[in-house]
């Protein structure tokens, strides 16, 4: 058992609960690197972004393979692989879009809070923990409330009519419906998807949030090579006024490559179009953006601005499309990182960083060498001792500060050289944080009186990294005292224990309630060398049996031997 106020349990399930991202718990994370994201990379001069979703996008990495794979991975899908903040003691909540196990390849986006234009940003990214086989991801904790549809387009599957195949990542299920033939999986960041120019397109079942009214903002990255009008995304009605928007690359006469909007709002139905066409060599990739503000209308290309006008657009039943307008017009190339938001204009610095980030990952923020094993949790202990108390052993330690400390664990063995098995059935409760001294006890009642028991602490923090201490053995009275070389238990060196230890040898009489006793030569171990060993000293002048020897004493070396009883060693320390 073990004494704590149950109000620490209680708050420590509280802030766990209240944490986005799921709980690493387990051992140890064994690997880390540290990704430093460069201030000159993130746009504007003072401030931050909050809540950015930074891509990391490493091609290939001979660390990050599965240890299948000569790596440090420890499991296929990346599920041991984690990111946190600059203390190492936060879990940002990150959405794996793509890992694979042979080569280490990683496409990762990461939710980063704070996001400093000034002054680089340090996280870490941890691998290589074991106990760990089902996924850390918080995937809708990366993107904001206001994004309602992330599309990364790298799913394929054969054939047409696979419902939800293109999953929605913001965490509201606007998931798409698969009429894309094509099998092409060109794209800027990962795969994307190659549209045929004739009739493939994504359909995403009309919904709430993808009524974007007057303010909103809609990104993509496309690659085309043709002048004709094609669709990126589209929700309006195909008919009357044509309620609703379009985001689409203009065909025809002085627009031709144009990003253009289409809303039927400010205009009564018209295009507005950004001022830069789109590359039309089929090896080019542009990143596309309409941010719309109360109906304030800025287009940017590959970051930058390109153009402003006016619009809004009317809700409508209508489905999303992705890669096709409503009346037509599919996509003729590839469409990658579709997203959309509703309720926020986002400002040019964060279209202008998105774009820094995704075109060119290597040089928005650089990786440091591996370090391991895993930093140890925050935890300074003072003292850990074990003692004896009566048919039980209490465990106690004293930790002068504790920082991010869910509680600890305790492990027993026979021998302070192992192996230890945790005995303790849950946890005992830390501190969560603690700037001043803290004592803890834990009694383990289920003990072998004249055996030995060694102890080890484990302390383990909020993010499931654990840090051993010990081992420790116990002490006092629960030790056994005996006479070595006393076989027969009479207090005294002799014959009888010669005989005793024979006829035990033999099989004729029945294990001696103290073997350490019996152990004359204290090898740790019950043959015919201990009756030799005594008789040698008895009538020949050899070695005296080693301590605790002729007078009663606790064994002074470690073995697995047992001693219930010594007699006359029992009634001697009771007299006292």
């Not at 903002?217 to 085309?224: D, G, K, L, P, R």
């Not at 409760?429 to 001294?437: E, Q």
């Given at each position: 058992m073990h004494w704590r106020s149950p109000w620490i349990s209680l708050v420590a399930l509280t802030f766990l609960l209240s944490e986005g991202a799921p709980l690493a718990l387990g051992h140890t994370f064994n690997y880390r690197r540290k990704i430093t994201i460069e201030a000159d990379y993130v746009a504007g001069t003072s401030g931050s972004l909050t809540d950015f979703p930074v891509l990391i996008n490493i091609t290939s990495d001979n660390n990050l393979r599965t240890a299948a794979n000569g790596g440090h991975v420890q499991d296929a899908e990346g599920d041991d692989i984690i990111f946190r903040d600059s203390t190492g003691r936060v879990q940002l909540d990150h959405e794996i879009e793509t890992y694979v196990a042979s080569t280490?390849?990683?496409?990762?986006?990461?939710?980063?809070?704070?996001?400093?234009?000034?002054?680089?940003?340090?996280?870490?990214?941890?691998?290589?923990?074991?106990?760990?086989?089902?996924?850390?991801?918080?995937?809708?904790?990366?993107?904001?409330?206001?994004?309602?549809?992330?599309?990364?387009?790298?799913?394929?599957?054969?054939?047409?009519?696979?419902?939800?195949?293109?999953?929605?990542?913001?965490?509201?299920?606007?998931?798409?419906?698969?009429?894309?033939?094509?099998?092409?999986?060109?794209?800027?960041?990962?795969?994307?998807?190659?549209?045929?120019?004739?009739?493939?397109?994504?359909?995403?079942?009309?919904?709430?949030?993808?009524d974007v009214g007057n303010?909103?903002?809609?990104?993509?990255?496309?690659?085309?090579?043709?002048?004709?009008?094609?669709?990126?995304?589209?929700k309006f009605t195909n008919g009357g006024s044509y309620p609703g928007y379009a985001m689409s690359i203009k065909g025809g006469g002085s627009g031709t490559g144009l990003p253009a909007l289409w809303t039927d709002g400010n205009f009564g139905g018209n295009w507005q179009r950004a001022s830069t066409r789109v590359d039309d060599d089929a090896s080019a990739w542009n990143h596309v953006a309409v941010s719309v503000s109360s109906g304030s209308v800025t287009f940017y290309t590959d970051g930058a601005s390109d153009g402003t006008t006016t619009a809004s657009a009317t809700a409508n039943a209508e489905a999303l499309l992705l890669g096709r307008e409503h009346a037509g017009y599919t996509f003729n190339g590839s469409i990658d990182e579709i997203r959309i938001s509703k309720g926020i204009a986002r400002t040019g610095d964060w279209i202008q960083t998105c774009y820094n980030n995704q075109k060119n990952p290597s040089t928005f923020y650089s990786i440091g060498d591996e370090e391991g094993p895993g930093a140890p949790t925050a935890v300074t202990l003072m003292g850990l001792t074990a003692t004896w108390r009566?048919?039980?052993?209490?465990?106690?330690?004293?930790?002068?500060?504790?920082?991010?400390?869910?509680?600890?664990?305790?492990?027993?063995?026979?021998?302070?050289?192992?192996?230890?098995?945790?005995?303790?059935?849950?946890?005992?409760?830390?501190?969560?944080?603690?700037?001043?001294?803290?004592?803890?006890?834990?009694?383990?009642?289920?003990?072998?009186?004249?055996?030995?028991?060694?102890?080890?602490?484990?302390?383990?923090?909020?993010?499931?990294?654990?840090?051993?201490?010990?081992?420790?053995?116990?002490?006092?009275?629960?030790?056994?005292?005996f006479i070595r070389g006393d076989a027969d238990g009479d207090?005294?060196?002799?014959?009888?224990?010669?005989?005793?230890?024979?006829?035990?040898?033999?099989?004729?009489?029945?294990?001696?309630?103290?073997?350490?006793?019996?152990?004359?030569?204290?090898?740790?171990?019950?043959?015919?060398?201990?009756?030799?060993?005594?008789?040698?000293?008895?009538?020949?002048?050899?070695?005296?049996?080693?301590?605790?020897?002729?007078?009663?004493?606790?064994?002074?070396?470690?073995?697995?031997?047992?001693?219930?009883?010594?007699?006359?060693?029992?009634?001697?320390?009771?007299?006292?």
């Open positions: 280490g390849q990683l496409i990762a986006w990461v939710r980063i809070p704070t996001l400093s234009k000034s002054t680089d940003t340090d996280i870490y990214i941890y691998y290589g923990n074991d106990d760990i086989t089902t996924s850390l991801e918080n995937v809708g904790g990366v993107w904001d409330s206001y994004y309602k549809g992330v599309w990364h387009l790298k799913e394929e599957t054969a054939g047409t009519g696979t419902t939800d195949l293109y999953k929605d990542s913001s965490g509201n299920a606007n998931h798409g419906d698969d009429y894309i033939s094509d099998t092409g999986r060109s794209g800027q960041i990962g795969y994307g998807k190659t549209f045929d120019a004739s009739d493939d397109y994504v359909t995403i079942p009309d919904h709430d949030d993808l303010t909103f903002t809609i990104s993509a990255w496309v690659n085309t090579a043709t002048g004709v009008r094609q669709g990126i995304a589209s009566g048919s039980s052993i209490l465990i106690e330690w004293e930790t002068s500060s504790e920082i991010d400390t869910l509680g600890f664990q305790i492990s027993r063995s026979s021998s302070a050289r192992g192996p230890f098995a945790r005995i303790t059935g849950s946890m005992v409760p830390g501190h969560l944080a603690s700037l001043r001294s803290q004592r803890y006890r834990y009694e383990d009642v289920n003990v072998l009186r004249g055996r030995p028991h060694c102890y080890k602490l484990e302390s383990i923090d909020l993010l499931g990294e654990s840090t051993l201490y010990g081992p420790v053995c116990a002490q006092g009275s629960g030790e056994p005292w207090g005294l060196l002799g014959m009888g224990d010669i005989v005793r230890s024979l006829r035990y040898q033999m099989a004729l009489d029945p294990q001696p309630p103290c073997l350490k006793a019996a152990d004359s030569n204290d090898d740790g171990r019950i043959d015919w060398a201990d009756p030799i060993f005594s008789a040698n000293h008895l009538f020949a002048g050899g070695s005296a049996p080693p301590p605790p020897s002729p007078s009663c004493g606790p064994d002074p070396t470690v073995d697995e031997l047992p001693c219930e009883v010594h007699l006359p060693c029992d009634q001697s320390r009771a007299a006292k």
